[in-house]
């Protein structure tokens, strides 16, 4: 399968939370930020946390987007810059979805079983999740290289031009894509605002 990568996209700014959910807890004191990176790291290397730098367990790169704040689409393309050369695919995570790394093995069994650019992950839903998806690295680069720093631009940009190459769908068997949007996710996810 290739060596793979991993981005964390970390740096929103939680306006629709209210507070820094990154920093949220669960019952054994980890962060929300920490499970996710440490949860990447069990299938990636490197593993780049594009957001502030915070404390975590899992050895990762941390960089921030270009332009700060500039959105997810920024992140990613900021993030891809420390992808090393021999990495053949990256996996984009959110880092407020505590369970988004349950899905990469799934995603690269998907892909390797077939001629597609990318993997993503459908909610139950039906919506495509950019940001819970399996990317081959040379497609990625390629397609992104047109959007300059990528600010303000929609991260669905990136399957939408993927597509012609090969964009495949995943459902969600895990809840893989359940991400932190609002306090009521924290509290059925398990996370409580932290010390």
Excluded at 81 to 104: F, K, T
Excluded at 169 to 174: C, I, K, T
């Amino acid at each position: 399968m290739g060596r793979l990568a991993a981005i964390v996209i970390a740096g929103g700014q939680a306006r629709r939370f209210g507070a820094d959910k990154l920093a949220l807890r669960d019952d054994s004191g980890r962060t929300l930020l920490d499970i996710v990176c440490t949860g990447a790291a069990e299938y990636a290397d490197p593993v780049i946390v594009v957001g502030p730098q915070r404390a975590v367990d899992a050895t990762v790169i941390w960089t921030r987007e270009v332009p700060a704040g500039g959105g997810p689409c920024a992140a990613l393309i900021t993030g891809l810059r420390d992808v090393p050369a021999d990495c053949d695919q990256v996996m984009v995570l959110a880092g407020d979805s505590p369970r988004g790394a349950l899905a990469i093995p799934r995603l690269r069994e998907v892909l390797a079983g077939s001629d597609h650019v990318a993997a993503t992950l459908v909610d139950d839903q039906g919506r495509e999740q950019p940001i819970t998806t399996l990317y081959d690295v040379s497609a990625l680069r390629r397609v992104t290289a047109t959007y300059g720093s990528g600010e303000n631009m929609s991260v669905r940009r990136v399957l939408d031009d993927l597509r012609p190459a090969g964009v495949i769908g995943v459902p969600d068997e895990n809840g893989a894509a359940d991400d932190v949007d609002r306090p009521e996710d924290a509290r059925r996810l398990g996370f409580r605002p932290g010390p």
